[in-house]
């Protein structure tokens, strides 16, 4: 077991970050609850004025699910910023029995994943910082960081996930007169666009640099319930400094229009992001945590756990028809790793010197669509010969159809 290092939060956050106080308006409403209470306090409209008598859910097994009256009372109203404590309370136990963090946390909701994770890293960059990134990475987080006063750093990938080795060097020979970077950004099951995960042994050595060189790991993971094998253990599951900030999403396995994910970390810092949620969207849908918390809540936590690994058998019969076709069409035309996890395949052309024009504007004249590889890259040195393609909404006739387009398109471009 490691012996705890303690984690300088005020460090980590940036100066606005440290300014920011709880709203006094909705610091009052957990209060509201307490029996006998009277509130002259928030402006909450009368719920009696409200059309909405009750919620019923028809599931694809046929059961019906019908709201909680008070369960739907409290969700029609404001609620916590940091999410319906029904909730938030079922998933801090979900967390408790997949991972077994070693110490103690707090879990905070909101409206999707790239909401609190988007929330958490601007309230750790200052201007001059420097972000530690993977390259290639996730489009969406690139996107918003691209818009930080931050500078990105690529950290080197392989085939499986990041190279610590090549961490470490970048990170030991950081330049004395510039500022360390305070966190890096991974995705480390099924990673988006490169299908890659990091082995246990990868994940140890990483988190070990992350301790030497005081770092915070965002671990962004929503495609671990995704994993085609055994689950590999989290950051959060070896996470005893505290320096974790883990996010988790229900897009993947239970429906991507709910937008609920939540984040997972130490108290210091999810109380941070509870103060962004309250200057910005206030909180996240309670009729959508509400329709969420009702299926949970009738299913239980294996339950739950029994779907995702019926999703995760979908997504890997889905991965081994869309392998068995590329092989067939795109063998000597393309290179790829066969992925562990996840819905993306990252395919290295062959002979074609940038996939940019190829794949942008030839592709959908031939009626095939995927992802220029250069869109993934935060410091692009020069045109990518990758090409990002998702098999999870495409039929196997469609597959086979689309991989020979694709395979017919770069033989006329050799």
Request: proline share 7%; charged share 25%.
């Amino acid at each position: 077991m490691l012996t705890p290092k303690t984690v300088d939060y005020s460090a980590v956050l940036s100066e606005t970050s440290k300014a920011r106080k709880p709203s006094a308006i909705r610091r009052l409403i957990p209060l509201t609850k307490i029996p006998g209470m009277i509130s002259f306090g928030a402006g909450a409209p009368n719920p009696d004025l409200f059309p909405f008598e009750g919620i019923s859910i028809q599931l694809k097994n046929g059961e019906s699910l019908d709201i909680d009256k008070d369960v739907l009372a409290d969700a029609l109203t404001y609620g916590p910023s940091d999410g319906m404590p029904q909730l938030a309370s079922w998933l801090k136990e979900l967390q408790k029995l997949e991972h077994a963090p070693p110490r103690d946390f707090a879990v905070s909701i909101g409206s999707g994943s790239q909401d609190v994770l988007t929330k958490a890293l601007s309230m750790m960059i200052s201007p001059g910082d420097s972000v530690l990134f993977e390259s290639p990475g996730y489009v969406g987080v690139l996107a918003f960081l691209r818009h930080q006063p931050c500078e990105l750093v690529d950290v080197e990938l392989d085939g499986q996930g990041i190279v610590p080795a090549k961490l470490r060097k970048l990170l030991d020979e950081w330049p004395v007169e510039k500022r360390k970077p305070k966190f890096l950004y991974t995705v480390p099951v099924g990673g988006n666009p490169t299908g890659c995960s990091q082995p246990l042994e990868r994940k140890r050595e990483i988190y070990d640099i992350a301790r030497e060189h005081d770092l915070i790991i965002v671990e962004d993971d929503p495609y671990y319930y995704l994993s085609f094998n055994e689950r590999t253990p989290s950051y959060l599951s070896m996470d005893v400094d505290g320096r974790v900030l883990r996010f988790d999403s229900v897009s993947k396995i239970l429906s991507s229009g709910l937008r609920i994910g939540w984040c997972t970390g130490p108290a210091e810092l999810v109380q941070v992001l509870n103060l962004v949620t309250q200057t910005s969207n206030l909180q996240p849908s309670s009729v959508s945590q509400a329709i969420a918390y009702t299926l949970l809540d009738k299913w239980g936590h294996q339950r739950f756990l029994e779907h995702t690994r019926t999703v995760a058998r979908f997504y890997e019969e889905r991965c081994q028809l869309f392998c068995k076709y590329a092989r067939k069409h795109l063998g000597g035309l393309a290179e790829w790793v066969e992925p562990d996890a996840g819905m993306f395949v990252w395919f290295n052309l062959k002979g074609i010197p940038d996939s940019f024009d190829l794949i942008l504007n030839k592709a959908p004249e031939r009626l095939v669509l995927l992802v220029p590889g250069i869109e993934f890259f935060a410091n692009p040195k020069g045109p990518s010969t990758y090409v990002r393609a998702s098999f999870s909404n495409v039929s196997e006739e469609a597959m086979d159809t689309g991989l020979e387009r694709l395979a017919t398109l770069l033989r006329e471009h050799l």
